[in-house]
Nanobody
Framework: QVQLAESGGGLVQDGDSLRLSCAASERPFSRHVMAWFRQAPGKEREFVAGIRWGDGTTYYADFVEGRVTISRDDAKRTVDLQMNSVKPEDTAVYFC?????????????????????WGQGTQVTVSS
């Protein structure tokens, strides 16, 4: 069972940059997709960005507007989310997720049901 651990959250100011990191307990397979989701208070969990481990294909939510970059480090087994020009509306708990088993293929990789492993989340708070 894959275990995911996020780090890098905290309190930042409007316009700052922030880098989140997710460490996987074992190396993902090439077909696996790793992603970042976020959930603000009272809102549903939403997709932010994803990356296919094998070939590095990336996927982004429309709302990131080029402010976010997802990357992976195969040697470290980490997936990072670089966030630039953060806004107060980016305030949320950010979760790392892994799309690993065949059953998840029934669902879009842009939905939480498309992932079967989750980290505990890291809080990001952007002050205005």
């Amino acid at each position: 069972q894959v275990q995911l651990a996020e780090s890098g959250g905290g309190l930042v100011q409007d316009g700052d940059s922030l880098r989140l990191s997710c460490a996987a307990s074992e190396r993902p397979f090439s077909r696996h997709v790793m992603a970042w989701f976020r959930q603000a208070p009272g809102k549903e969990r939403e997709f932010v960005a994803g990356i296919r481990w094998g070939d590095g294909t990336t996927y982004y939510a429309d709302f990131v507007e080029g402010r976010v970059t997802i990357s992976r480090d195969d040697a470290k087994r980490t997936v990072d989310l670089q966030m630039n020009s953060v806004k107060p509306e980016d305030t949320a708990v950010y979760f790392c997720a892994a799309r690993a088993t065949v059953s998840t293929l029934l669902y879009s990789l842009r939905t939480p049901r498309g992932y079967d492993y989750w980290g505990q989340g890291t809080q990001v708070t952007v002050s205005s």
